[in-house]
């Protein structure tokens, strides 16, 4: 039995196909409407969701809003953007189950240790940096390579070639983020699922009684069984070893 995870803000499911490929049954749950989204979806407010069902997963992520903190959005409109992380945070250090917070760079101070994750530490043609807290230990798989060829991912149109660095296009989704079932809407705020795949293999470590990386925490549940673990070891054993840093720190400057 694959253990259940809770995708709240899901978007089109970035982060869901990275924990589903890590071996998670996935829920995602979304204010909007997710067409997209390539599993089971319950359009719903995300916090009232976790109040009345959050007890039923073992563990629970969250994307809250970004807006407010991303650079891309102008100065003087940040303020009419929602203000959920902070809301987000209080709620899973204290829910009782073990977590994953995800944001943008601006907003890394309200996160607690946060890990920085870029693509080119999974060989993606993209740095798009996302910082993450989780309720366990864990390391960075790698160092940034900025010196590796970026692919541009237009939010504009589903064909259109800007001038960009050779140009930019949602054709090249697959390459720079590993996404090829979302359309232009969907990759604007989209996480690469590599770097969710990694936490998830990370987490089902601690969600067994059986956590494979020397020096992190304990588990966070015994949830061990034959089939989880085994589905784990086939995950952990597909992924490539991995260099280890100290936790949230890296050698390329936040973005």
Known sequence: ????????????????????RAGFEVVGIDRDPQPQYPFDFHQADALEY??????????????PPCQRYSTMTPKHTRDSHPDLLPVVVEILRKFGKPY????????????NAPLLL????????????RFFETSFTIFSPATCNHSMKQ????????????????GKSVKFAPEAYGIDWMD??????????????YIGV????????????VGES???????????????????????????????RTNCPPR
Not at 1 to 20: E, I, R, T, V
Not at 151 to 166: E, M, Q, R, Y
């Open 1 to 20: 039995m694959k253990p259940k995870l809770l995708d709240l803000f899901c978007g089109a499911g970035g982060c869901g196909m990275g924990y589903s």
């Open 50 to 63: 976790l109040a009345a069902h959050g007890h039923e997963f073992d563990f629970i992520h969250a994307s």
């Open 100 to 111: 994953c917070i995800e944001n943008v760079a601006g907003a890394r101070k309200l996160l």
């Open 118 to 129: 870029c693509g080119t530490m999974f060989n993606l043609k993209t740095r798009r940096h």
């Open 151 to 166: 692919l541009f991912v237009t939010t504009k149109g589903s064909n259109s070639i800007t001038a960009h660095a050779g």
């Open 184 to 197: 232009f809407e969907g990759l604007r705020e989209a996480v690469p699922p590599a770097y969710c795949e």
């Open 202 to 213: 990370k987490a089902r470590a601690h969600l067994t009684k059986h956590a494979p990386d």
């Open 218 to 248: 304990a588990p966070l549940n015994p949830l061990s069984t034959p089939e989880v673990d085994s589905d784990l070891g086939k995950v952990s054993a597909s992924r490539p070893t991995l260099v280890r840093q100290t936790v949230g």
